[in-house]
Nanobody, 114 residues
Framework: QVQLVESGGGLVQPGGSLRLSCVASRNIFGAYGGAWYRQAPGKQREFVARIFSGGSTAYTDSVKGRFTISRDNARNTMYLQMNTLKPEDTAVYYC????????WGQGTQVIVSS
């Protein structure tokens, strides 16, 4: 079992940056990897970025070149660095991980607006 807690969301102007953090109750990201998803108002949850156990990463096309997923295994923490933010990035962002089970954080709100 593991608990995930996201933080770092907020209100930012277009073109700005935010770094989201996801702290796990034990070291799961190093062994199993993790992912970020987001859900905008009135839309379904969508995949954003994934880091695999070996360290490789994958991104949805709309964030490639702007977002970077990373982890600090010693701190049981996964990050999502978001640069050049756009209004369409506005959503609640969720971190996820899995072993034999699937785990989700509570979400952190990101609003990109002038």
């Amino acid at each position: 079992q593991v608990q995930l807690v996201e933080s770092g969301g907020g209100l930012v102007q277009p073109g700005g940056s935010l770094r989201l953090s996801c702290v796990a109750s034990r070291n799961i990201f190093g062994a199993y990897g993790g992912a970020w998803y987001r859900q905008a108002p009135g839309k379904q949850r969508e995949f954003v970025a994934r880091i695999f156990s070996g360290g490789s990463t994958a991104y949805t096309d709309s964030v490639k070149g702007r977002f970077t997923i990373s982890r600090d295994n010693a701190r049981n923490t996964m990050y999502l660095q978001m640069n050049t933010l756009k209004p369409e990035d506005t959503a609640v962002y969720y971190c996820s991980a899995k072993d034999v089970y699937d785990y989700w954080g509570q979400g952190t709100q990101v609003i990109v607006s002038s």
